[in-house]
């Protein structure tokens, strides 16, 4: 677009409908002192309306076009997305824009709203599954955003005015920092006729950012810990270990390898052993979180506590095994097809297209939809040993022994 603002589109022509997913790089790491739960309460308060819409008008009125939205806050981004009809693209693309960048942060909503976000963090705060994951983050990630609540903390989000809340959407939400991402049944025409409507709009208009983003780049604290929480029903040993970021496409493939050939299915190393072989574990997962300041690998395994020290020697065990011999072409393979399968399953609807482009976009990786296949194409048995299995080495994880209380 002429002003500069990002928009990025993907044709898919057997998809009966469109997706417009909005990406703002306004997630939780970005929050200054004081502004812990920001980003995820601003994406609450957005839907509160704008000075042109009430709350509700924006929910009524997409649906009215047939569509649905939805919008979700992480640590690093946050978007907002409709999926509607394709003859009510250029509504719904105003009424998104108009809502997203023009929030009203009526003080009366603002306190309303701030109580639902309060009572949603005090329903994670009362899972004891989340509150042994999120004793992980904390100790593995240290003072890093990756190791505090998306959600917030109690005194800060009480402390939040509109005031402060305008602040942040100010700062972020700039020209830089947002792309506009659709997908579906579109047409050269139909992408054209947006580009032209938008760039008039709030999102054509966007001011520059004053200052740079930083992202400060993640580290894991090695160690072991012990947290007893109540309510827990099953003992749970967790790992976390440090891996590349986001933007280094060829180590997050080989990574999502590496995790699938340890943990993916009934015959993936760590479930073939604690759980089929041994039978010391209920479940065992190992799931990678691709993020930008540092990608993060999570591991848990669900056991009796009287287990914990043989799973977490188990689990060494597995990777000692993983390290000391080749790894078999037939494993390999059956996991490369796993992961492969999976990348291209989330291609295949207007949602899942919108989402990649938007969010790669936004950090400026690569628009090519077959550059991760590539990549993965490019490993083998051997350099996936040598090079990125030992990422997992478990003596560099932080490790956390979660027993019931």
Not at 140 to 160: F, M
Not at 221 to 229: D, L, M, P, S, T
Not at 298 to 326: H, K, N, S, T, Y
Request: proline letters at 5%; glycine letters at 6%; aromatic letters at 4%.
């Amino acid at each position: 677009m002429g002003s500069g603002a990002q928009i990025v589109s993907l044709a898919l022509p057997q998809s009966p409908l469109v997706c417009l997913d909005l990406w703002c790089r306004a997630g939780s790491v970005f929050e200054d002192a004081g502004e812990s739960g920001m980003a995820h309460f601003l994406e609450h308060m957005v839907f509160k309306g704008s000075q042109r819409l009430q709350a509700g008008d924006f929910d009524r009125r997409i649906e009215a076009l047939g569509g649905s939205s939805n919008a979700a806050t992480g640590f690093d981004d946050v978007h907002y997305h409709v999926l509607i009809p394709p003859g009510a693209l250029l509504e719904a693309s105003d009424l998104l824009v108009n809502l997203v960048f023009g929030p009203r942060l009526d003080c009366s909503d603002f306190h309303m709203e701030r109580q639902v976000v309060l009572e949603e963090l005090a329903q994670s705060q009362d899972q004891p599954e989340e509150k042994a994951l999120q004793s992980l983050l904390e100790l593995a990630c240290g003072s890093h955003p990756y190791g505090r609540p998306i959600l917030g903390e109690r005194q800060a989000l009480l402390a939040h005015t509109p005031e402060a809340m305008r602040s942040f959407q100010q700062r972020h939400y700039r020209r830089e920092n947002c792309v506009m991402a659709l997908s579906g049944a579109i047409t050269p025409s139909s992408i054209a006729a947006l580009q032209a409507h938008l760039e008039g709009s709030e999102f054509g208009q966007l001011a520059s950012a004053e200052h740079p983003q930083n992202l400060p780049p993640l580290a894991v604290k090695a160690g072991h810990h012990h947290v007893a929480i109540k309510r827990l029903e099953s003992a749970r040993l967790l790992m976390a270990w440090a891996l590349p970021p986001a933007s280094q496409l060829p180590a997050v493939m080989a990574m999502d390898l590496a995790t699938t050939l340890l943990a993916e299915g009934r015959r993936s190393r760590l479930v073939e052993r604690l759980r089929e072989d041994l039978r010391i574990v209920e479940s065992i997962d190992l799931d990678l979180h691709m993020l930008e300041c540092g990608s993060l690998a999570l591991l848990e395994a669900v056991c009796e506590p009287d287990e914990l020290l043989a799973v977490q020697a188990a689990i060494g065990e597995v990777w000692d095994d993983v390290m000391g011999a080749p790894i078999s072409a037939v494993e390999f393979e059956r996991s490369r097809r796993l992961v492969a399968n999976s990348y291209c399953f989330g291609l295949e609807a207007a949602g899942g297209v919108a989402s990649l482009i938007g969010n790669g976009t936004l950090w400026k990786r690569s628009d090519d939809l077959a550059a991760p296949l590539r990549e993965l194409d490019q490993l083998d048995p051997a350099s996936l040993q040598a090079h990125w299995l030992s990422l997992l080495n478990p003596a560099q994880a932080c490790v956390l022994q979660a027993v019931p209380q």
